[in-house]
């Protein structure tokens, strides 16, 4: 699977960006696709999953403020990301897993090569 991400930018605090990520493959719908994030001088961290069947998680600081969504005809995930906070600054990166649907980027199978978001005050 090859995971292509884009939509990063530079947005002032309080407005949105839309990431997308399409995959190749014909078995999209069958795999967990995520998205994960990562600040300078920190660590990558999990912020959203969807599940081949729909259903999803997110970190605690981004519920209500993100959405994760798919398209399964495009073979694209897209992270809808509104309320923009300054400490939402990182790289973004999209990513699949076969059977692994939990928060650690250790386990997750697939990752694309990430799209910066920079929000300014």
């Not at 292509?4 to 014909?26: E, P, T, W």
Request: charged residues 15%; aromatic residues 14%; glycine residues 12%.
């Amino acid at each position: 699977v090859q995971l292509q991400a884009c939509g990063g930018g530079l947005v002032q605090a309080g407005g949105s960006l839309r990431l997308s990520c399409a995959a190749s493959g014909r078995t999209f719908s069958s795999y967990v696709m995520g998205w994960f994030r990562q600040a300078p001088g920190k660590e990558r961290e999990f912020v959203a999953l969807i599940r081949s069947g729909g259903t999803k998680s997110y970190t605690d600081s981004v519920k209500g403020r993100f959405t994760i969504f798919r398209d399964y005809v495009k073979n694209t995930v897209f992270l809808q990301m509104n309320s923009l906070k300054v400490e939402d600054t990182a790289l973004y990166y999209c990513a699949a897993a076969t059977y692994y649907s939990g928060s650690d980027a250790t386990h997750w199978d697939y990752w694309g090569q990430g799209t910066q978001v920079t929000v300014s005050s």
